[in-house]
């Protein structure tokens, strides 16, 4: 049933399939779950679940040591991701390294993929024949052939789409399995507590005894590291491909090394609790005894199908990478013409399953088949990789003889030394070979940079920009506001917490047995009238005088007593009713409680400060030198801890909800208090301008009027030359006064009229985004739009007005994102530019002054270069004719006011808008207009 649900979710997305690129990394619209769901099932294979049950048995805190470098790893891939854009469009690694040093070594990339591929899926064809004639009880040899079967046809025929999407039943079906065993034989152990015993007395999982310069150890760390090196095998570099950014890329690995963290922990909780109930079972034999001591059939068949989903997500994936790399980057360079690719990939496709699986039935041994294959790509690969990815670039002759160098070292490195691993030996030669060949053989190169560094000057201005944030936060910290801004607006909340400690605290007494309370009398007497007091404070707060609700003293007794009555005395309560169920999870109720009240970290530190504080203070009182035993039960502390943590990530959840809801309610508070204001400021400007029109302008023009009557009368009587000059002289009077009457309506029209003033600051490019995309969460957009940032200028100050760009760019974003139906990513690019202004009076001079170009739009980044290019509009502020014009309108005062220039164009159903505006506008705008 399992292999049938497989075989037809596979071929379900096999359709689409038109090109090698498609066959290879899809079309780049994989969410990010997705991602990381195929991620890490692709980066756990089924021999993970045998191996790591089977050494942390046998090895203890070793065996997890090692283990854990896996989630290690993937993490420092999601690290490395601001280095790899320029990789982003790359179908496979060996593309990427041809690319980088020519065809040779692209195809020597190939190759050593392809080997180290066709191992991998051996081991996993290994797991399934064991697996599969494990549950069944069958030695059959066609069993396994169908599962092989139906791996290699989704593989061939669905390419990744196909994988992908099977992928996550396959996360599932995993994901079911581990809590489910681990739940059948924790039920089977007699006395939990010998698991407590065990962690505490066991050598093996002793820290003191197993951190030390001892061989044991050094050989753990050689293993920690060859499984924390970011190797970048081919599947991995595939996934990175898939991703649409560097962005996604970095989140989709950061949550799939936590997956493997987890996947990790539990099957060493698994191991140790094997370990607990037997301490003599044979290793190399866990799994059957899981098999046959703790599982009914139908739990038998999940285990089965749990670890079969492992194997089968991670040989699809290989199977695929491995196609690609025989027709891509060995065909392809070789010269060899084939018509169509993808059915060649699809062929190459059932070569490297049946190379695979004569691998598997050749050779054993699942850890020793996996080392070999890490030495036939990791001393080759991964060096030259990596450093290009580091920013050292050489030449294709310093890199062969590298991988030279990491290949020789391997093989004789496991001929003197039997028994050892030879893979970080291979990875330094290598490493000695690139550097010293480049720089004994002078090859150009060297440490050059990535190629495309936008996103890591990003993520450095991105630091640096928190880290000021932080240390003015640090700075410029009130504790007294801090406090003022926890304080419930509204005085009944006060008066509703009163009613619930008294119900709470009254209903925990219940719980406290009655010689309990003689033997603690006083405290018991301290908690009633205590929390007595300030229950009645609080119930009659809307009464208090004003001098006791001065915010000076009721911003301090408000989360003093929080912390008091929740945590102390709920801690104290607890203690004397000898951790009684119905107490605890009154504490519980209680932590809930203190998150709907107050700040997440606010939170934090009150419980921290209010349990230890009642711990030690019931230890003096009591005179008990440790405290009661129910504390250290291992039950309570899973069952309890676990309750902890699930309402710690609800209530946080709930937070950041309440912390956007506030953030937008102020933002459109701030919103209507400023368009209050210019209405306001409109109705003044009018009232003005209608007096200064009827006062001034009005009786001017008609004393023009008379006075240009009486001139013309007077010049019907001119008779001598002196009387023609008083004329004339009048008749300039009154040309001047005309002229200064135009002069002044001019002044009071634009004094009177809605002119852009700007409040212009140095602001740095960096923050100036960073506080555009924080305000743009509080926007009521729905769906949230998905912002790509590149920026591609340095973090340097420009001078403008920040409220207004920043007002302009979210005006775009909201108006892009209510056109952009099918929730496309929209691309901000900010780069360098130049703005050329035209001397009217000079002739042929113009001014040429730095500007900053600010491109918004929903095309696909590849695409978007190419038009990036195109000649930017200047500005004619037109009249809105509908309301979906006014942001539109309003950007272009904003340009306008700034003498930038702007372009907008929607094709296709894709948005772009462009905007340019002086780096400092101070250049080219007055200073003088600002201060009218």
């Given at each position: 049933m399992?292999?049938?649900?497989?075989?037809?979710?596979?071929?379900?997305?096999?359709?689409?399939?038109n090109?090698?690129?498609?066959?290879a990394?899809?079309?780049?619209?994989?969410?990010?779950?997705?991602?990381?769901a195929?991620?890490?099932?692709?980066?756990?294979?089924?021999?993970?679940?045998?191996?790591?049950?089977?050494?942390t048995y046998?090895?203890?805190?070793?065996?997890?040591?090692?283990?854990?470098?896996?989630?290690?790893c993937?993490?420092?891939v999601?690290?490395?991701?601001g280095?790899?854009?320029?990789?982003?469009?790359?179908?496979?690694?060996?593309?990427?390294m041809?690319?980088?040093?020519?065809?040779?070594?692209?195809?020597?990339?190939?190759?050593s993929g392809?080997l180290?591929?066709?191992?991998?899926?051996?081991?996993?064809?290994k797991?399934?024949?064991?697996?599969?004639?494990?549950?069944?009880a069958?030695e059959?040899?066609?069993?396994?052939?169908?599962?092989?079967?139906?791996?290699?046809?989704?593989?061939?025929?669905?390419?990744?789409?196909?994988?992908?999407?099977?992928?996550?039943?396959?996360?599932?079906?995993?994901?079911?399995?581990?809590?489910?065993?681990?739940?059948?034989?924790?039920n089977?152990?007699?006395?939990?507590?010998?698991?407590?015993?065990?962690?505490?007395?066991?050598?093996?999982f002793?820290?003191?005894?197993?951190?030390?310069?001892?061989?044991?150890?050094i050989?753990?760390?050689?293993?920690?590291?060859?499984?924390?090196?970011?190797?970048?095998?081919?599947?991995?570099?595939?996934?990175i491909?898939?991703?649409?950014?560097?962005?996604?890329?970095?989140?989709?690995?950061?949550?799939?090394?936590?997956?493997t963290?987890?996947?990790?922990?539990?099957?060493?909780?698994?191991?140790?609790?094997?370990?607990?109930?037997?301490?003599y079972?044979?290793?190399?034999?866990?799994?059957?005894?899981?098999?046959?001591?703790?599982?009914?059939?139908?739990?038998?068949?999940?285990?089965?199908?749990?670890?079969?989903?492992?194997?089968?997500?991670?040989?699809?994936?290989y199977?695929?990478a491995?196609?690609?790399?025989?027709?891509?980057d060995?065909?392809k360079?070789?010269?060899?013409?084939?018509?169509?690719?993808?059915?060649?990939?699809?062929?190459?496709?059932?070569?490297?399953?049946?190379?695979?699986?004569?691998?598997?039935?050749?050779?054993?041994?699942v850890?020793?088949?996996?080392?070999?294959?890490?030495?036939?790509?990791?001393?080759?690969?991964?060096?030259?990789?990596?450093?290009?990815?580091?920013?050292?670039?050489?030449?294709?002759r310093a890199?062969?003889?590298?991988?030279g160098?990491?290949?020789?070292?391997?093989?004789?490195?496991?001929l003197?030394?039997?028994?050892?691993?030879?893979?970080?030996?291979?990875?330094?030669?290598n490493?000695?070979?690139?550097?010293?060949?480049?720089?004994?053989?002078?090859?150009?190169?060297?440490w050059i940079?990535?190629?495309?560094?936008?996103?890591?000057?990003?993520?450095r201005?991105?630091?640096l920009?928190?880290?000021?944030?932080?240390?003015?936060?640090?700075?410029t910290?009130?504790?007294?506001?801090?406090?003022?801004?926890?304080?419930?607006?509204?005085?009944?909340?006060?008066?509703?917490?009163?009613?619930?400690?008294?119900?709470?605290?009254?209903?925990?007494?219940?719980?406290?047995?009655?010689?309990?309370q003689?033997?603690?009398?006083?405290?018991?007497?301290?908690?009633?009238?205590?929390?007595?007091?300030?229950?009645?404070?609080?119930?009659?707060?809307?009464?208090?005088?004003?001098?006791?609700?001065?915010?000076?003293?009721?911003?301090?007794?408000?989360?003093?007593?929080?912390?008091?009555?929740?945590?102390?005395?709920?801690?104290w309560?607890?203690?004397?009713?000898?951790?009684?169920?119905?107490?605890?999870?009154i504490?519980?109720?209680?932590?809930v409680?203190?998150?709907l009240?107050?700040?997440?970290?606010?939170v934090?530190?009150?419980?921290?400060?209010?349990?230890?504080?009642?711990?030690?203070?019931?230890?003096?009182?009591?005179?008990?030198?440790?405290?009661?035993?129910?504390?250290?039960?291992?039950?309570?502390?899973?069952?309890?801890?676990l309750?902890l943590?699930?309402?710690?990530?609800?209530?946080?959840?709930?937070?950041?909800?309440?912390?956007?809801?506030?953030s937008?309610?102020?933002?459109?508070?701030?919103?209507?208090a400023?368009?209050?204001e210019?209405?306001?400021?409109?109705?003044?400007?009018?009232?003005?301008?209608?007096?200064?029109?009827?006062?001034?302008?009005?009786?001017?023009?008609?004393?023009?009027?008379?006075?240009?009557?009486t001139?013309?009368?007077?010049?019907?009587?001119?008779?001598?030359?002196?009387?023609?000059?008083?004329v004339?002289?009048?008749?300039m009077?009154l040309?001047?006064?005309?002229?200064?009457?135009?002069e002044?309506?001019?002044?009071?029209?634009?004094?009177?009229?809605?002119?852009?003033?700007?409040?212009?600051?140095?602001?740095k490019?960096?923050?100036?985004?960073?506080?555009?995309?924080?305000?743009?969460d509080?926007?009521?957009?729905?769906?949230?739009?998905?912002?790509?940032?590149?920026q591609?200028?340095?973090?340097?100050?420009?001078?403008?007005?920040?409220?207004?760009?920043?007002?302009?760019l979210?005006?775009s974003?909201?108006?892009?994102?209510?056109?952009?139906?099918?929730?496309?990513?929209?691309?901000?690019?900010?780069?360098?530019?130049?703005?050329?202004?035209?001397?009217?009076f000079?002739?042929?001079?113009?001014?040429?002054?730095?500007?900053?170009?600010?491109?918004l739009?929903t095309?696909?980044?590849s695409?978007?270069?190419?038009?990036?290019?195109?000649?930017?509009?200047?500005i004619?502020?037109?009249?809105?004719?509908?309301?979906?014009?006014?942001?539109?309108t309003?950007?272009?005062?904003?340009?306008?006011a700034?003498?930038?220039?702007?372009?907008w164009?929607?094709?296709d159903?894709?948005i772009?808008?462009?905007?340019?505006?002086?780096?400092d506008?101070?250049?080219?705008?007055?200073?003088?207009?600002?201060?009218?």
């Amino acid at each position: 049933m399992f292999l049938a649900i497989n075989l037809a979710v596979g071929l379900v997305f096999s359709r689409r399939v038109n090109s090698l690129r498609d066959y290879a990394i899809g079309r780049k619209d994989f969410s990010t779950s997705t991602l990381a769901a195929t991620i890490m099932v692709s980066w756990i294979g089924s021999w993970y679940v045998l191996e790591i049950v089977k050494y942390t048995y046998t090895n203890g805190l070793y065996a997890i040591i090692v283990m854990s470098g896996t989630a290690i790893c993937l993490f420092f891939v999601g690290l490395l991701a601001g280095r790899m854009r320029e990789f982003l469009n790359n179908l496979s690694v060996a593309e990427a390294m041809g690319d980088l040093y020519g065809k040779t070594v692209q195809i020597v990339t190939a190759i050593s993929g392809v080997l180290s591929i066709v191992v991998s899926v051996a081991i996993e064809f290994k797991v399934i024949s064991k697996v599969i004639n494990l549950i069944f009880a069958t030695e059959g040899f066609w069993v396994p052939i169908g599962a092989f079967a139906v791996v290699i046809i989704y593989s061939v025929v669905g390419g990744i789409r196909a994988i992908t999407f099977t992928d996550i039943v396959q996360f599932f079906t995993f994901g079911a399995f581990m809590p489910i065993l681990a739940l059948a034989i924790w039920n089977q152990l007699k006395d939990p507590n010998q698991v407590i015993v065990l962690l505490n007395t066991h050598p093996r999982f002793d820290w003191s005894q197993v951190i030390g310069w001892h061989s044991k150890f050094i050989n753990t760390l050689i293993m920690f590291l060859w499984f924390v090196i970011p190797a970048i095998d081919p599947v991995i570099f595939q996934r990175i491909g898939m991703a649409r950014d560097i962005k996604q890329v970095k989140r989709a690995f950061t949550y799939a090394s936590l997956l493997t963290l987890v996947v990790c922990l539990f099957l060493a909780w698994i191991s140790i609790l094997l370990l607990a109930k037997n301490a003599y079972l044979e290793p190399s034999k866990l799994f059957e005894y899981i098999i046959q001591n703790y599982t009914s059939v139908g739990l038998r068949s999940l285990i089965g199908i749990g670890v079969l989903a492992l194997a089968m997500s991670t040989a699809d994936s290989y199977l695929n990478a491995s196609a690609v790399l025989l027709t891509n980057d060995i065909v392809k360079p070789l010269g060899i013409r084939f018509n169509n690719e993808v059915r060649l990939a699809k062929i190459f496709c059932v070569f490297s399953g049946i190379v695979a699986l004569w691998v598997a039935i050749k050779f054993k041994g699942v850890l020793s088949l996996l080392e070999f294959a890490n030495r036939l790509y990791m001393p080759v690969v991964t060096v030259p990789l990596l450093m290009a990815i580091f920013g050292f670039r050489s030449t294709p002759r310093a890199v062969l003889i590298g991988m030279g160098m990491g290949v020789g070292t391997v093989i004789s490195w496991s001929l003197i030394f039997k028994g050892s691993v030879s893979i970080l030996p291979g990875i330094v030669a290598n490493l000695v070979g690139l550097l010293g060949s480049h720089y004994l053989l002078k090859q150009p190169g060297g440490w050059i940079g990535v190629r495309e560094p936008q996103p890591l000057l990003e993520a450095r201005n991105r630091r640096l920009d928190r880290w000021h944030r932080f240390k003015q936060g640090v700075t410029t910290f009130s504790l007294t506001r801090y406090l003022e801004k926890a304080l419930p607006k509204q005085e009944y909340l006060l008066t509703i917490f009163g009613i619930y400690i008294i119900a709470a605290t009254y209903a925990s007494f219940y719980t406290v047995p009655e010689e309990v309370q003689k033997q603690y009398v006083r405290l018991y007497h301290i908690i009633g009238q205590s929390v007595l007091f300030i229950s009645t404070g609080l119930l009659t707060y809307p009464l208090w005088p004003p001098i006791f609700k001065h915010k000076r003293f009721i911003i301090w007794a408000w989360p003093v007593s929080v912390c008091y009555v929740l945590f102390g005395v709920g801690t104290w309560l607890i203690l004397l009713s000898d951790f009684h169920t119905f107490q605890t999870m009154i504490f519980l109720l209680n932590i809930v409680m203190a998150f709907l009240l107050f700040d997440f970290s606010l939170v934090i530190v009150m419980l921290f400060i209010g349990v230890v504080t009642a711990i030690y203070a019931f230890k003096i009182y009591a005179q008990v030198p440790n405290l009661p035993g129910y504390f250290d039960h291992l039950g309570f502390k899973i069952l309890y801890g676990l309750l902890l943590l699930s309402s710690f990530v609800a209530l946080s959840k709930y937070q950041q909800a309440q912390k956007q809801l506030i953030s937008r309610n102020e933002y459109l508070d701030m919103l209507q208090a400023k368009h209050a204001e210019n209405l306001q400021e409109a109705l003044q400007h009018q009232e003005r301008f209608m007096h200064t029109l009827t006062m001034d302008c009005v009786e001017g023009f008609k004393w023009l009027y008379e006075r240009s009557k009486t001139l013309v009368e007077a010049s019907k009587q001119v008779e001598t030359s002196t009387q023609f000059k008083e004329v004339i002289g009048a008749g300039m009077e009154l040309l001047s006064k005309q002229q200064r009457a135009g002069e002044y309506l001019v002044g009071s029209i634009y004094r009177s009229k809605a002119y852009m003033r700007l409040n212009v600051q140095s602001v740095k490019v960096v923050k100036l985004l960073a506080d555009c995309l924080k305000s743009l969460d509080v926007q009521p957009l729905h769906p949230n739009p998905k912002i790509a940032l590149e920026q591609r200028i340095a973090n340097k100050p420009i001078k403008c007005d920040p409220a207004k760009i920043e007002k302009m760019l979210l005006t775009s974003l909201a108006s892009i994102q209510g056109k952009n139906q099918q929730n496309k990513p929209i691309t901000l690019i900010v780069q360098d530019a130049d703005l050329i202004y035209e001397i009217p009076f000079i002739s042929k001079y113009v001014k040429k002054i730095p500007a900053i170009h600010f491109i918004l739009s929903t095309v696909e980044t590849s695409l978007l270069r190419k038009r990036i290019s195109e000649d930017i509009q200047s500005i004619h502020v037109f009249l809105p004719k509908h309301i979906e014009e006014l942001p539109r309108t309003e950007n272009e005062q904003i340009i306008d006011a700034h003498y930038g220039m702007a372009s907008w164009e929607a094709k296709d159903g894709d948005i772009t808008c462009m905007y340019v505006i002086p780096i400092d506008v101070h250049q080219i705008r007055p200073v003088i207009i600002d201060e009218l």
